[in-house]
């Protein structure tokens, strides 16, 4: 549990009892119409979710959509199943060359697009096309060609070999090149399991299922998406009200109950962690004019500090209600982990150690230890929207200050972040089964290139190791250099190391699930964009009986 100490949380505690929820619900709970009776099961062929994932840029896979979970309307040529095993899905197969260059892919020949026309290689070798010219967030930068070489085979070579390219064939949705133009992003046509039907946006999303689709039929005929107002409460409202039978809360919502619905905890790699900035200011700023660097983190021994004197599992007990788990890298619970960058939780004596070794005392007996005249105090930023966010910088403030770090904790909007992200401490969440997330974060490559490493991390023994990871032969043989990459027992980007970020928790995605609704076993989720719990859509089944 949370120490009392710690009046940063239990005020925000306290604005939570007032703002947000009552003994029973939250407070705009009471104003919505009780449960509806549940239908007969058997009866209903109709699904109604409140899960967000409205896509602002629509829902072109060519420009990103569907890289944090299922694309639904498109195939993909891989996807990885409940354990996140690679799977066939429009590939029958694939080869990479002995150089690592070139990936032969073949594909199904009984597959049409929702319009009915024939999905071929030539389709698959101009979304990859349109991919890489695109520069979307589905990265395919590495390609330096896509070609057909025949009706179902197609070939994509690459500039450098790059072992994580096979993710790329596990998210880009296949686009038809007949009918993708500048419309496409709101009126998709694909070869997936559902159409779209109807986008009234910021209200509701309609699909239906896809009667052409090759694979197996889903149990429902059709989906409405409900974009609520005030996401987080009007979920909860929502599925109170009877109105939907899946809905995403937020973990403070975890604990109350719902009556003909269960509480359905998936775990995730969607993390939260504090970055903290690598360089020291030396006056240097970004093209725009942002500034460069911070002397506080700048320094080993303060972010060596910080990361052992956070609670990691004190934060899900206390902000996540238990619903997530500690986080120390950007991978934890994933295959790629390193178990050795463990670290103990709340060790405030080996924080303080730390920073005695490296120079830093309280000297003057404020409680703030200093070095050269420079007080070990920064400030940690967290976007203004976000309550459990704001929570976890609050709960990290008050866990750091014993070990004589100040941490002042401010809000601010996403705009105003990307202003001061290069120089501030930054609460950011991030979480992929993609490992290129993590190559992009730690490679010094990718210093101040959007919003991956935007503290400017740069340990030319770490970029070999992720260099050596990116060009292994296969994932699997790629994973003992994304473990080493963490810390190989001298080295590292994790806290025993460079500890260039705090890591805090992963949160479990917590959903208000109709109790006749069978979802299966759902993945390891990745970052809550998109909509990850669809990925087992297909084994989705009613229970209950007429």
Known sequence: MLQPRWTGVLLLMLLFALTACSSAAPAAAPTAPAAAPTAPAAQRDELLLAIGGESEDGYDPTLGWGRYGSPLFQSTLLRRDENLQLVNDLATGYTVSDDRLTWTVTIRDDVVFSDGVPLTAEDVAYTFTKAAESGGLTDVTVLESARATGPTTVELRLKEPQSTFVNRLVTLGIVPRHAHGPDYAQQPIGSGPFVLVSWDKGKQLVVEANPRYYGQQPAFKRLVFLFVDNEADGAFVAARAGQVQVASVPQSYAVEQIPGMRMLAVKSVDNRGIMLPYVPDEGKATPEGNPIGNDVTADLAIRQAVNYAIDRPALVAGVLESYGSPAYGPVSGLAWEEPGAVIPDANVARAQEILAAGGWADSDGDGIVEKDGLKAEFTLIYPASDTIRQALALSAADMVRPAGIQMNVEGKSWDDIQKLMHSNAILFGWGSHDQTEMYNLYHSS????????????????????????????SEQEAIAFWKAAQWDGTKGFTAQGDAAWAWMVNLYHTYFVDECLDVGQPQVEPHGHGW?????????????GS
């Open 446 to 473: 990718t210093a101040g290139q959007g919003w991956y490493n935007t503290g400017f991390y740069a340990n030319q023994a770490i970029d070999t190791t992720l260099d050596l990871a990116m060009g292994a032969p």
């Open 532 to 544: 990850p719990i669809t990925a087992g859509i297909l084994n989705w089944r009613w229970t209950c």
